[in-house]
């Protein structure tokens, strides 16, 4: 079992920056792919970026690519999104999931979630 908590998100301006920290506390960190997610009102949840769990293969949504950054630090059991040159449409809420074998851009295919943390951005 894998215990996920993301903390973060906030009010920003477009254009801004926020980073978002994912804490996994339970079986050992390093053996996990990471994902983010992000779920808007009246959408379906979106994938946003994912890493594998030594940072060799990364992924992102065309989207957000150029401007979200994912990492991760296996020694502290964090995995990190930071989000620059944010826009409006980035608001939603955002998740970071957990899932044995390779990072992958399916929410279903993720085995454990967090509660998520809210993002907003004002134009």
């Known amino acids: 079992q894998v215990h996920l908590v993301e903390s973060g998100g906030g009010l920003v301006q477009a254009g801004g920056s926020l980073r978002l920290s994912c804490a996994a506390s339970g079986r050992t960190f390093s053996g996990y792919a990471m994902g983010w997610f992000r779920r808007s009102p009246g959408k379906e949840r979106e994938f946003v970026a994912a890493?594998?769990?030594?940072?060799?293969?990364?992924y992102y949504s065309d989207s957000v690519k150029g401007r979200f950054t994912i990492s991760r630090d296996n020694a502290k059991n964090t995995v990190y999104l930071q989000m620059n040159s944010l826009k409006p449409e980035d608001t939603a809420v955002y998740y970071c999931a957990a899932r044995v074998g390779l990072p992958r851009e399916v929410a279903n295919e993720y085995h454990y979630w967090g509660q998520g943390t809210q993002v907003t951005v004002s134009s």
């Open positions: 890493i594998s769990w030594n940072g060799g293969r990364i």
